[in-house]
């Protein structure tokens, strides 16, 4: 039985047609699951006794079971579990500008980034759109607060799950759904280059963010499995792709490891590399996990990164700390949590 939490208003006002039924009983169930959140159908008072008797057969309203929270000063990371007892992530985090939610997209990863805690535990399976959807509502309620930003940075690979990725887009942009601006919408890929020149096509302006991570296809290659189906060459072709289509500036994720990718000459050969293209670059601190060998670049090193990017008018930040104490790595407390059961 599907979940209601995964059907897009355009297929819901299908479903009701189909029965010979208004487009507007859609909106008004939309309304019961997203802005009165309402825990069962028969709640739904103004879409007649016939329709709640159909929409209780052919629809499960199942939330996510939270097994664990974690806690640390504006980051708060949920462990849930779902129907077929596997476990997913997300990360809540508080920014001035707004609660952004961090959520999953698959059970495990099959990306094989050596650097990272998802791809350890490889992908058991896809998210449906409902159980990334329910990821969001699910910490709403406990954290009594709204999500302004979502990002799909969690465990796994979006573009590996790419059409419910779209219909989670879409439900939550809906204005009678979530009504999460397309604007506040983030979708992080490694780099799978037929799904970047779909997404270019994609008529929602959501930003786009690529797990770059190394300037060279040497370095790369040794960290990201991706680089070897699709090379840098490849990657930026499809960038600039996007953003003839698009007209939006693109995120390089870069993350510093010690000793590997963290030099000033690796920052001047990433500065040529994205040299006249509309995009900025977010350094990210590396949370250190102890199944992994690579380690955090220092903060001299880090700031000498950014300084050497600075000076080559690349746009650069320096994403803020959080969760150290959380297991907020991609995939931490989920493998640890298992590790421990």
């Not at 819901?12 to 039924?21: A, G, R, T, V």
């Not at 001047?268 to 509309?278: A, F, I, P, V």
Request: glycine share 4%.
């Amino acid at each position: 039985m599907k979940n209601i939490y995964g059907v897009t208003q355009a297929e819901l006002e299908q479903y009701f047609l189909n029965q010979n039924q208004g487009k507007f009983k859609a909106t008004q169930v939309f309304e019961w699951l997203y802005k009165k959140r309402v825990k069962d159908f028969a709640s739904m008072s103004n879409v007649g006794k016939e329709n709640i008797e159909k929409l209780t057969r052919d629809f499960s309203m199942t939330p996510l079971k939270l097994l664990t929270k974690k806690v640390d000063t504006d980051v708060s990371k949920y462990l849930f579990e779902l129907e077929d007892n596997n476990r997913i992530e997300a990360v809540l985090m508080n920014h001035d500008y707004g609660n952004s939610l961090c959520i999953s997209t698959q059970v495990g990863c099959n990306m094989g980034c050596r650097f990272c805690e998802s791809g350890r535990l490889k992908k058991v399976r896809n998210l449906d759109a409902s159980e990334m959807v329910r990821q969001i509502l699910a910490v709403e309620e406990d954290a009594k607060i709204r999500i302004s930003h979502v990002v799909l940075m969690g465990i796994g690979e979006p573009f590996d799950n790419y059409e419910e990725v779209i219909s989670l887009i879409d439900i939550i942009n809906t204005p009678k759904g979530i009504d999460i601006g397309s604007r506040h919408i983030t979708v992080s890929t490694s780099g799978i280059v037929p799904k970047i020149r779909e997404f270019a096509l994609y008529e929602k302006q959501v930003n786009l963010a690529i797990s770059l991570h190394a300037p060279n296809n040497e370095i790369r290659s040794s960290l990201m499995a991706i680089n070897k189906a699709y090379p840098i060459e490849e990657l930026m072709d499809a960038i600039r792709y996007y953003y003839q289509k698009t007209n939006r500036r693109v995120t390089f994720e870069y993350i510093l490891l010690k000793g590997v990718n963290d030099s000033r000459e690796h920052a001047k050969e990433l500065s040529q590399l994205l040299k006249g293209m509309n995009c900025y670059v977010n350094l990210i601190p590396y949370n250190e996990t102890s199944h992994i060998e690579y380690k955090k670049s220092d903060p001299t090193t880090i700031l000498n990164f950014y300084d050497e990017l600075k000076k080559n008018n690349i746009s650069v930040t320096i994403r803020r700390e959080f969760g150290s104490k959380v297991s907020a790595a991609c995939g931490q407390l989920r493998a640890n949590y298992e590790e421990e059961s």
